[in-house]
């Protein structure tokens, strides 16, 4: 178990990040398998569950929350808002949107799909650029003290923005991207996390499975799956960064560990407030995940790492351009 910073918020060292059985990287996985899987991950001591009404959209909370139902009272679910998404079709717009009235209307709604009384961590999604972070730290704060929310969350944020956030309301953890095959938060964010007390939560922790070993540059996506368009993925990148992946591969070798389990060990060891949510719609991947909480990586082995990977220059933007500009970092 990790404590998420100063807010007391404890959750298993490894979540699970729910994305992936709803969208992202393909079609919606079987609703009754997903089911099982996350119930799966409550049995093998997991307590920490990622979803956001984007993700489907509405359907993932929709699975989350049955699934998570039968032993609500013993998990943390973490949720987001933050876009414009059509109620009645579903569709998404091309914006933010963290007006207070409808991060309110969005709570709401999610409490219901989620089949609960409360959001243990709400995050906002995406900054929005229109609404000055003070109104929204304003809004989660009220459902906080109506008893609908327990923790306020953000997910990419800028630094400026995190503490300026914090300001109004303390920020229980922040939510981005980072992974041996992508270090920004190292620029600056940790410090601040750990000057602030809050909790991080990376998300992507396995590079959107480069780092499993699984993936070369023959490998070719589901026409629906979001790689497609991420210039990090494009055959030749995916080529030019194989380097990354040998690294891990070597020292899994000698660990007698799997390439997904170093490159979620040398996260956990980075700080002990980070809590990675690798994702998976497979019970084996879940378990090999599971299982790096036991990979022991010594001082040598993080700086021979370290070491490894800041030699090798990553080819490619780890998002597309209109959704980097959607970021802080």
Known sequence: M???????????????????????????????????????????????????????????????????????????????????????????????????????AVADAALKRLRTDHIDLFYQHRVDPVVPIEEVAGAVKDLINAGKVRH??????????????????????????????????????????????????????????????TIDFNTKFDATDFRNIVPRFTPEARRANQGIVEVVKELAARKFASPAQVALAWLLAQKPWIVPIPGTTKLPRLEENLGADKVELTANDLQEIRTAICAITVSGERLPEAALKMTGL
Not at 59 to 79: K, M, Q, W, Y
Not at 86 to 92: E, Q
């Open 2 to 104: 990790r404590r998420l910073g100063n807010s007391g918020l404890e959750v298993s060292a490894l979540g699970l990040g729910c994305m992936g059985m709803s969208s992202g990287y393909g079609p919606p996985a079987d609703k009754a398998a997903m089911i099982k899987l996350i119930r799966a991950a409550f049995d093998r001591g997991v307590t920490l569950f990622d979803t956001a009404e984007v993700y489907g959209p509405f359907s993932n909370e929709e699975l989350v929350g049955e699934a998570l139902e039968p032993f609500r009272d013993r998990v943390v679910i973490a949720t987001k808002f933050g876009f414009d998404i059509d109620p009645t079709t579903g569709l998404r717009g091309m914006g933010t949107n963290s007006r207070p009235d409808h991060i309110k």
């Open 152 to 213: 306020f969350g953000l997910s990419e944020p800028g630094i400026p923005t995190l503490r300026r956030a914090h300001a109004v309301h303390p920020v229980a953890a922040v939510q981005s991207e980072y992974s041996l095959f992508y270090r920004g938060p190292e620029a600056g964010l940790l410090d601040v996390l750990q000057e602030l007390g809050v909790g991080f939560v990376p998300f992507s922790p396995l590079g959107a499975g480069f780092l499993t070993g």
